[in-house]
């Protein structure tokens, strides 16, 4: 196009430019994206050498500028080749790991044998659809997997437990591909991609958020039961970082896998908008006064109930004194007896997820329920000891399907992550709890 000197020329909002001459005025249409792209290719030419963008192979800029780097190494040290990030990924970033350099940015996964060696380097899409599985063969071949979640055809079948099968069989396949065998790497892997893409789902109703819950502990149970082993109180990790971001820690209480599982629906902001744990108190969240009357968990210890060797009373009269107190009921001279130690009580995560307002609605388990899809089963226990007694909520586990006598998954002590075919706790379940359809996340 030639500008004389009575033409003006702008540039509107909308990417449209417009030549304005005494002749009269002439539009011009153009793709503002598509010029921008190629104003950063013939920069990129100038200063890298080559004309692909971070967009091009995927990458943030931050390790866009990394590859570029790692090239101008490579050619300092002699080496004369046509670098191809799809060839020569692997061994981009284990130069970033050996630097220790390598921050993960969420889109990129480093895979590792026992030995500490990457194996493979899987790329995610920011939308958890696309993967690129990018792994050692024989020899010193390199060979790059795509998969693709396939999706689309799934967008309106309103059968959310066929589109959760679809999402997680995927990851599995990635897993699979990259050989991603550690338990806590894959589980992580498994809860990040699964959220990029449940994030920011919207639901139709209630009814749909309840299967959409159901679905994917579902599949978090048959994926990983009898991998992810329970997290012992001694050893307990929250499994939501204060950060908002997903521990790596590989163990889960029963609480903990209820917390992944709203996790990657994104559904237990705090005031400040971050993810974080349902069991937890505070974040600004409502919590019912009952609460506060709810039964505490107690520990037990045990007691000597009088010392014999701590005063000379002799053995016959020990004897006699034993018969006696055995007599009258009560315990005998030396004996221990298990007591609740109170200094130990405390209000655990399944109380403090029951009465949390903010996030969940209480169904009394007595109630009319026509589909326990998606339902978090609250169970209650009784301790005995000593001729006392106290009762306190215990667990937690989620309903897979229509019917409150089906199945359920769970994470218990011993087992850790379980699919059970049929429930379990129907006769110690006091209460359901339903996640909360939240306004910004109903279709309207």
């Known amino acids: 196009m030639t500008v004389t000197n009575n033409s003006v020329i702008s540039l509107s909002e909308s990417g449209r430019l417009t030549g304005a001459s005494s002749v009269g005025k002439t539009t011009f249409q153009f793709d503002a994206a598509k010029l921008n792209t190629t104003f950063e290719r013939i920069d990129n030419w100038v200063d890298h050498g080559d004309f692909e963008t971070n967009e091009d192979l995927g990458l943030t800029d931050e390790r866009y500028e990394d590859w570029v780097n790692y090239k101008k190494e490579k050619e300092k040290e002699g080496i004369d080749a046509d670098f191809d990030y799809q060839e020569d990924v ?45 792994k050692f063969e024989e020899g010193a071949r390199y060979e790059s997997v795509n998969i693709d979640m396939d999706i ?33 790497q894959s589980f992580k892997f498994t809860v990040d991609s699964a959220r990029d893409h449940y994030d920011d789902m919207k639901f139709s109703g209630q009814e749909s958020l309840n299967k959409t819950f159901g679905a994917i502990t579902r599949n978090l149970g048959e994926d990983f039961a009898g991998v992810i082993t329970y997290a012992k109180k001694n050893e307990y990790q929250a499994p939501i970082n204060r950060d908002g971001s997903y521990n790596s820690y590989g163990k889960l209480d029963c609480v903990g896998l209820m917390a992944t599982s709203i996790y990657i629906l994104d559904m237990s902001k705090d005031q400040n908008g971050k993810a974080q744990n349902a069991n937890d108190t505070g974040h600004g969240w409502s919590h019912d006064q009952q609460m506060q009357n709810a039964g505490l968990r107690i520990n037990t210890k045990k007691e000597t109930v009088i010392n014999a060797g701590s005063f000379e009373i002799g053995a016959e009269t020990t004897e006699k004194i034993n018969n006696l107190l055995d007599s009258l009921g009560f315990d005998k001279v030396g004996s221990e007896r298990t007591i609740f130690d109170e200094s130990s009580a405390y209000r655990n995560g399944v109380t403090q997820m029951l009465y949390n307002n903010s996030l969940f609605d209480r169904i009394d388990a007595s109630s009319a329920i026509d589909d326990y899809t998606g339902l978090m089963g609250i169970t209650e226990k009784t301790d005995k000891a000593n001729g006392e007694s106290r009762s306190y909520f215990d667990h937690v586990y989620v309903q897979t399907d229509m019917s409150k006598y089906g199945s359920t998954v769970e994470s218990c002590g011993g087992s850790g992550i379980t699919d059970r075919k049929a429930n379990a706790y129907i006769n110690r379940t006091k209460y359901y709890l339903q996640l909360k359809l939240i306004e910004d996340r109903l279709i309207k």
């Open 90 to 134: 692997v061994d981009f970033y284990k130069d970033l790991e050996n630097k220790n350099e390598f921050e993960s940015d969420g889109g990129v996964e480093l895979v590792k044998d026992k030995n500490g060696e990457i194996v493979s380097v899987v790329d995610r899409s920011q939308q958890g659809t696309n993967f690129a599985v990018h």
């Open 152 to 184: 689309d055809s799934m967008e309106n079948t309103n059968n959310e437990s066929a589109y959760a099968d679809r999402v997680f069989d995927t990851l599995k396949k990635v897993r699979e591909e990259a050989s991603m065998t550690d338990p806590a």
